[in-house]
């Protein structure tokens, strides 16, 4: 989702869904990954119905360089607090 942050694949995806483009940046476009972990956590622990014993974890893999970074470490998810 990093690419939809490039304008010309904002437009061909615009273009593709039949949206303006400045709703691909604004819903789909990560610029940030590590606080886009944090905010997919945040939200799956507000989630009704998922089990309190769910193990998560939330990493980024570095394309550029192949390297991945733990952004969250793993634990039940209700026992996470959001950063």
């Given at each position: 989702?990093?690419?939809?942050?490039?304008?010309?694949?904002?437009?061909?995806?615009?273009?593709?869904?039949?949206i303006?483009?400045?709703?691909?940046a604004e819903?789909?476009?990560i610029t940030?990954?590590?606080?886009?972990?944090r905010?997919?956590?945040?939200?799956?622990?507000?989630t009704p119905g998922?089990?309190?014993?769910l193990?998560?974890s939330?990493l980024?893999?570095?394309?550029a360089?192949?390297?991945?970074?733990?952004?969250?470490?793993?634990?039940?998810l209700?026992?996470?607090?959001?950063?």
């Amino acid at each position: 989702m990093s690419r939809f942050a490039d304008p010309a694949a904002q437009q061909a995806l615009a273009n593709r869904l039949g949206i303006e483009s400045d709703q691909v940046a604004e819903t789909m476009a990560i610029t940030n990954p590590a606080q886009s972990v944090r905010d997919d956590i945040a939200r799956l622990s507000r989630t009704p119905g998922l089990p309190d014993t769910l193990v998560v974890s939330g990493l980024v893999y570095d394309t550029a360089h192949g390297t991945v970074e733990e952004i969250v470490a793993s634990a039940p998810l209700r026992n996470i607090r959001p950063a």
